[in-house]
């Protein structure tokens, strides 16, 4: 059962729901006896060792419920990885405030450090209680059948490529959109649920779960563009060659480096101006375009999964339930039952932390450039209903005069 103070911080990328994960813990943990007051910490865990908190106990449950429907951090993020030196000064500063609970929402890293810390307290046989709150859109944790964020990120996505498809056959061309995923493909493949017509795009989806070949990827363009007219094609930021290097590292001139070492895919157009540049020389298609997806997906206004607000608050107030009964650190993990029913487990740290998830073998195409059924499936009640899109009938095209041929 928590006792004394409950902190609250949130970590790694935002997302479109994360506050609702945040807003569910607090008002949650504020309603338990035992608790004294629920912090925030600005900024994650850097803002933990730099002892910014905000009393989240002084807010009204009316403020607390417009930030819950407010897309990105309300308290910060941060992309510290820490060590165990960092979690010694993290737990050091809890037991100085009074910290009995410790609630992190957030992907692989934030787990991974709450089980560097959670293993410190036990050493120091402190009470301090850890759970761990799942957050990301890249859907790529381990135990979970899907994240939260991942739902309102494809949904984002999907309603994306259905504009962009509708412009390329506007103005027929060549259209390549880049999407976030280092090693899962998860949110580019929730591309595919943008068609509803025969010959709707993206035509062709690349995915980090295979490896990509120029030469065979040119090939698929210049055939769909001979087909249709037209091709639209998805591409994950991690796409890599068969040794691992990202295309991104082989294409681009520059290559950047995130605090962690990691080369930077997302927030620059670095691989979509490569791949456009390389069909306009490789295929002699002149009108070729390209995007990228960057933060854009990550907490865009307005267009939230129902399914994932419902779910992203529920994980907050089920890591607070936890904390309370459970009398165990762990991490929150959604598990999908029949068509759709989601259960909420509290799984150990250790099958969570530190680990990636990638598409299971069963939701790719054969082809390697496409998703199956099973995949729209898997996704279709995450998303929700998307926009409806209509076309005029091609029936009504008034016959030729002009244009006759001659007998």
């Known amino acids: 059962m928590p006792q004394g103070k409950v902190l609250i911080a949130q970590g790694g990328g935002p997302t479109a729901v994360i506050n609702e994960s945040l807003v569910g813990a607090a008002l949650e943990a ?3 006896p035992g608790v004294e ?9 850097r803002g933990i060792v730099n002892e910014y908190f905000l009393d989240l106990t002084r807010e ?9 429907a407010t897309p990105c951090s309300a308290l910060g993020s941060t992309r ?10 993290i737990f050091r500063v809890l037991k100085a405030h009074g910290i009995g609970t410790f609630f992190y929402i957030g992907g692989n890293d934030s787990s991974d450090t709450l089980r560097i810390l959670s293993e410190e307290a036990r050493r120091a046989r402190s ?12 859907n790529d944790l381990m135990v979970n059948d899907h994240t939260p964020g991942y739902p309102s990120a494809a949904r984002f996505v999907a309603s994306a490529f259905a504009g962009a498809d509708l412009d390329n056959r506007a103005l027929t061309g060549v259209y390549v959109g880049v999407v976030m995923g280092r090693h ?20 062709l989806i690349y995915l980090p779960e295979r490896n990509f070949a120029m030469k065979s990827f040119l090939r698929d363009v210049k055939a769909t563009y001979e087909r249709l007219g037209r091709c639209v094609i998805a591409v994950s930021e991690g796409v890599h060659d068969p040794s691992g290097t990202p295309i991104a590292v082989r294409l681009a001139k520059t290559v950047e480096k995130d605090a962690h070492g990691n080369v930077q895919l997302s927030g620059t157009g670095a ?6 540049e390389a069909i306009k020389t490789g295929t002699g298609i002149k009108r070729v375009r390209g995007d990228t997806f960057g933060y854009l997906q990550r907490s865009f206004l307005g267009c939230a999964s129902e399914v994932d607000r419902r779910e992203a608050r529920e994980v907050g107030i089920k890591a607070a339930q936890y904390a309370r009964f459970a009398d165990r650190d762990g991490s929150v993990t959604l598990h999908r039952v029949g068509d759709y029913v989601v259960d909420y487990r509290l799984s150990r740290l250790t099958d969570v932390a530190g680990k990636t998830k990638v598409m299971a073998d069963e939701f790719i195409a054969k082809s390697g450039h496409d998703v199956t059924e099973k995949f729209l499936a898997y996704a279709r009640p995450l998303v929700g209903a998307l926009p409806a899109v209509q076309r005029l009938s091609p029936e009504n095209t008034v016959e030729k005069i002009l244009g006759k041929k001659k007998k």
């Open 37 to 45: 007051r629920v912090y925030g910490a600005r900024h994650g865990v």
């Open 271 to 276: 691989l979509a101006d490569a791949l456009t």
């Open 127 to 138: 009470p301090l209680r850890c759970i761990h709150i799942p957050k990301t859109i890249d």
């Open 80 to 89: 510290d990885k820490p060590d165990l030196k960092y979690c010694r000064d």
């Open 60 to 68: 009204t449950g009316e403020n607390l419920e417009r930030v819950a």
């Open 184 to 203: 899962a493909g998860f949110l580019t493949a929730a591309s595919a649920l943008a068609r509803r017509y025969p010959g709707d795009g993206p035509h």
């Open 30 to 32: 504020r309603g338990q």
